[in-house]
């Protein structure tokens, strides 16, 4: 495959470094080298590093959500879904229960996810053990990410070596079910240009599912190297090991999730299983090019491994008090090696101030992945249908040889420049473009076995460039206020969110595109206390979704949604900390007729209401009181919308004592009143049941 998109972009990016060095001025002062101005401090995090520049968020125009390492361990949060819903706008998804997934404004997916601005879209748990925040931004914004994000994107922080101080902290916890943690963070100066960080978790995995659990431990070593006063290097790797029972739920009937079997395990012990192996390793290097130019350069070099195997409920029929399961086994490599080089400039021009942004990617993913149907001899097909027994008693089964097996190859290409204008003392001006070049070949072993006399030699190609736009209007009436106006949009190529769907049929077709149009309002009503609003529409032409009759296929569609985010965020008073937000959504298809008549669908895992508010207050210097409310209303398991999940409050509380500045205890307990509810579906039949009452105690150590 051609390279010259990559060599194009580089050059591009070495003449405007070069030019702008040229112009540098040698009065350089002291700043943070990866910003070029210096972070407030508000709430820990006054700018995003998802939005690349050192605007703070007041000035964005689009939602964003910071939720702090702080946050995540006060909250015994464990996982990116369990972050999530305390998040607006964003509702979890089951994810075969091997993989982080979730719905943004409307919008499921399994990839737009990232790490330290670099794309993160291999499917697995993330884990949170070396996080400093998770950024939400929410709404379609190619410029800055590339493809996908069409409701917007999810970006974990991780910790970095600094040579502040050294510290270690030990944190440990268990809770009802038998699940727990051991965690280490510790930092070490070695000198005053020079720190080391290690960051170590192991994790158990249980529930309340029965035959549910599971290990996972993890480790990043990160190191700093502050060249000189103009140069920072960082490089860091981690490591990833899980391995844990899948369990895809409980199915419905009669509508509904089936009753009274929230401990019922729908699968076979000892062959539901994910493993994964993930090495991460990243060079990152910020230089300050002058008072008003910087640059940065990150290259990454990821390879996972991963296994996924199971059996699933595909129907319950309590009539005759049989049901049915299907099954298969699944494998994937993947290597993937980033590039991304980003200018950062605050100048003059024309009179008036400018925040530039201009950038390059590259991206070479590869990717193989094979799948073998279960085989019961008894109906010689991969599904069977069986009497119901607690716990299942599952007829034996084998694995058929490979019923898909390809190999793709994606290589990406981008450069985007963006440009945040002060017109006055009142109005800001951002926009900014995206060009694109996406190329991916696939290849289908099994079709190339099978020859070309069908049409299909096996040997897939598409390519797709796209120019994405962004621009966003703000107008500060008071430098605490910000009220924008936005537009933006994104794509998604045809090959889907994994490069697994290519298809003869599907390797013409147009991209996926989303166009977010938003209107916001943010109010810093305090030094510490800020409440955004939101109103916004995001369509998608030309999208896919899993049909709700057979699972492994996909529809094509288009959709609509909008909707209504509010969050607040800070102190109420010195002693009331809260995080309180709501979203009010509404999606459906577009263009849907049946019977000559229109007949749009509402989106499926879409709740019209979802309401969350964590408050945390402090009697004193040794106690403090957490409490959580979360609402979920009524959502669609499937797009076919015959299956509902009922609406659910849950009520969360924890208590925190800190003995002295190196020892603290903690106890969470969740579900305090022991609802039983259903947060989260991958289809009609694959639907999750909420852990009832639960405690969690932790202790953490630091010294």
């Known amino acids: 495959m051609s390279k010259k998109p ?18 540098a001025t040698d009065n350089v002062a002291e700043a943070d080298l990866e910003h070029i101005t210096v972070r407030g401090a508000f709430f820990g995090q006054h700018v995003a590093d998802a939005v690349k520049t050192p605007t703070l968020l007041i000035n964005v125009p689009q939602s964003v959500s910071i939720i702090s390492a702080q946050q995540i361990s006060e909250q015994a949060l464990f996982s990116v879904a369990d972050v999530m819903q305390y998040t607006p706008g964003v509702s979890i998804g089951l994810g075969e229960d091997h993989r982080d997934q979730v719905t943004i404004r409307g919008q499921n997916t399994t990839a737009d996810f990232f790490v330290d601005g670099l794309r993160d879209d291999v499917q697995y748990f993330r884990p949170l053990y070396n996080l400093q925040r998770v950024e939400v931004l929410r ?45 280490v963070d510790t930092n070490q100066v070695i000198d005053k240009d020079q720190a080391f960080r290690f960051n170590g978790v192991f994790d158990a995995i249980d529930n309340h599912r029965d035959f549910k659990d599971g290990e996972r431990f993890a480790l990043n070593p990160t190191y700093s190297w502050q060249v000189n006063d103009d140069t920072l290097m960082r490089l860091s790797y981690e490591y990833v090991d899980d391995d844990r029972v899948v369990d895809r739920g409980i199915p419905s009937s009669d509508g509904a999730p089936l009753d009274n079997m929230q401990e019922t ?12 192996q993930a090495h991460i390793a990243k060079v990152r290097v910020a230089h300050r090019l002058s ?14 491994d991963k296994l996924y195997q199971n059996l699933y409920p595909v129907n319950f029929d309590a009539a005759a008090g049989t049901v049915t399961l299907d099954g298969y086994k699944d494998t994937t490599t993947r290597q993937n090696t980033l590039l991304q080089i980003n200018l950062v400039g605050q100048i003059e021009g024309f009179g008036l101030p400018h925040t530039l942004l201009a950038g390059v990617e590259y991206g070479d993913q590869d990717t193989h992945n094979d799948r073998r149907d279960a085989f019961f001899a008894q109906t010689e097909d991969d599904q069977i249908t069986f009497a119901f027994s607690n716990p299942l008693i599952v007829p034996d089964m084998s694995l058929t040889e490979p019923v898909r097996d390809r190999a793709s190859n994606v290589n990406f290409a981008s450069v985007f420049l963006q440009d945040e204008i002060s017109l006055s003392e009142h109005w800001i001006l951002v926009a900014g473009l995206r060009y694109d070049n996406f190329d991916i070949d696939v290849a289908d072993q099994i079709e ?48 889907g969110d994994q490069f697994l769907t290519l298809s003869l049929t599907s390797q013409a077709l147009d991209a ?11 109010w810093n009503l305090s030094e510490t206390l800020t409440v955004n609003a939101a109103l916004f529409e995001v369509e998608r032409e030309n999208g896919t979704t899993q049909d709700p009759n057979n699972p492994e296929r996909t529809l094509l569609t288009g959709t609509k949604t909008s909707g ?20 009010n959504l509404d999606g459906h298809e577009l263009g849907r007729v049946s019977e000559g008549l229109l007949a749009n669908r509402s989106l499926a895992q879409l709740p019209e209401h979802m309401f969350s508010v964590w408050n945390q207050y402090t009697f004193n210097a040794q106690w403090r009181l957490g409490v959580g409310v979360m609402y979920q209303s009524e959502q669609f398991a499937t797009l076919n919308n015959a299956v509902e999940l009922p609406d659910f409050w849950r009520v969360d509380t924890a208590l925190y004592y800190h003995h002295s500045d190196k020892l603290k205890f903690q106890l969470n307990i969740d579900n305090i009143f022991d609802e039983d509810y259903y947060p989260s579906a991958h289809n009609a039949n694959n639907i999750a049941t909420g852990e009832p009452l639960n405690a969690r105690l932790s202790v953490q150590y630091q010294y």
């Open 6 to 23: 990559l060599f194009n972009a580089v050059s591009l990016a070495l003449l405007a470094t070069h030019t702008i060095c040229a112009q």
């Open 139 to 183: 709404g379609a914004n190619a410029l800055l990410f590339g493809r996908g994000g069409g409701g917007g994107v999810i970006n974990r922080v991780t910790k970095v070596a600094d040579t502040d101080a050294s510290f270690t902290a030990f944190n440990a916890g268990i809770d009802t079910f038998g699940a727990g943690s051991v965690s």
């Open 265 to 276: 395990f729908f699968g076979k012990p000892g062959f539901n299983n994910t493993t994964l």
């Open 291 to 304: 008072n008003d130019w910087s640059a940065n350069a990150t290259l990454q070099y990821a390879d996972y």
């Open 448 to 495: 190339v076995e099978n020859g070309a006399e069908d049409g299909n030699n096996g040997q897939l190609t598409s390519t797709d460039t796209k120019v994405s736009p962004r621009v966003g209007l703000i107008y500060k009436p008071l430098e605490s206020v910000s009220m924008y106006a936005s537009y933006s949009k994104s794509f998604l190529p045809r090959s």
């Open 512 to 522: 996926e595109e989303f166009e977010n149009r938003e209107l916001g309002i943010k």
């Open 564 to 583: 209504v985010e509010l969050q607040l965020v800070g102190q109420l008073t010195p002693a009331w900390n809260i995080n309180a937000g709501y979203s």
